[in-house]
């Protein structure tokens, strides 16, 4: 389950009918109300005019297949993004376009958590919860239920995880490896001129980093 839905395109293959069968036949089937759909490595297009018609077009015919329409829609250049999140240059980074991405995101994200306008009220519902969930673990440690104790700890994980979690989905070689770097702001994925990131990758804050690999 996620919370949102990125779709990466790249600039240069807009016509690729396998992404719009896909979009269509798969994505849309799910019915997530927060999908983003990016047109990216817009600094390939090097004529102003040609670029604006191009995003003019784009930006009319991609908002049919979000709920978010053109509040959904963002053409963006990932390599200036990761360029100006490293370099710490603000020049850059706005006219990357990758900002007014993550201005909309943040917007679900508070609408997601219920927190936008009472955040407060949120915490203390929370935290009543929290208690409520440790009471009941205690009378259960008494009582040796170890059984019951583990039927409940999915419920400890749901109200400890404050997580909105954003997939992020394209054919091979749109930059989406180099997209996820500059929103963190770090080479975390690799990027290279041929494809290199083919396997589904799983990205989360924690305090020290490390990989870890699943083998089947």
Same mark, same amino acid.
């Given at each position: ?32 109300q ?27 015919? !991609? ?18 993004? !990761?360029? #100006? ?17 993550? $201005?909309?995101?943040k ?6 958590? @219920? ?21 009941? %673990?205690?009378? !259960?440690? @008494?009582? =040796? ?16 995880n404050?997580?909105? @979690? ?8 749109? #930059?989406?490896?180099t997209f996820?770097?500059?929103? %963190?702001?770090? $080479? ?7 494809p ?7 990205? $989360? =804050?924690?305090? $020290? =980093?490390?990989? !870890?690999?699943?083998?089947?």
């Amino acid at each position: 389950k996620v919370d949102a839905i990125v779709f990466i395109f790249n600039c240069i293959y807009m016509h690729l009918k396998t992404e719009k069968d896909f979009i269509e036949n798969n994505i849309l089937a799910w019915g997530h109300q927060y999908l983003f759909l990016i047109v990216n490595k817009i600094d390939y297009m090097k004529d102003v005019e040609e670029r604006e018609e191009f995003i003019n077009e784009y930006r009319s015919s !991609l908002s049919k297949y979000t709920k978010l329409k053109e509040n959904g829609i963002f053409f963006t250049s990932g390599g200036n993004a !990761l360029t #100006g999140r490293i370099e710490k240059n603000n020049e850059i980074l706005e006219e990357s376009g990758i900002l007014e991405f993550e $201005k909309e995101l943040k917007k679900c994200i508070r609408r997601t958590n @219920k927190v936008e306008n009472n955040y407060v009220t949120f915490n203390v519902q929370k935290d009543q919860a929290l208690s409520l969930y440790k009471e009941t %673990i205690e009378v !259960l440690n @008494k009582l =040796k239920l170890r059984s019951e104790i583990e039927k409940l700890e999915p419920i400890s994980n749901k109200l400890n995880n404050d997580t909105f @979690k954003v997939m992020i989905v394209g054919t091979f070689k749109n #930059g989406k490896s180099t997209f996820i770097n500059a929103m %963190i702001g770090e $080479k975390i994925l690799p990027a290279f001129t041929k494809p290199c990131t083919a396997v589904i990758s799983e990205i $989360k =804050k924690k305090k $020290k =980093k490390r990989a !870890l690999l699943h083998f089947k």
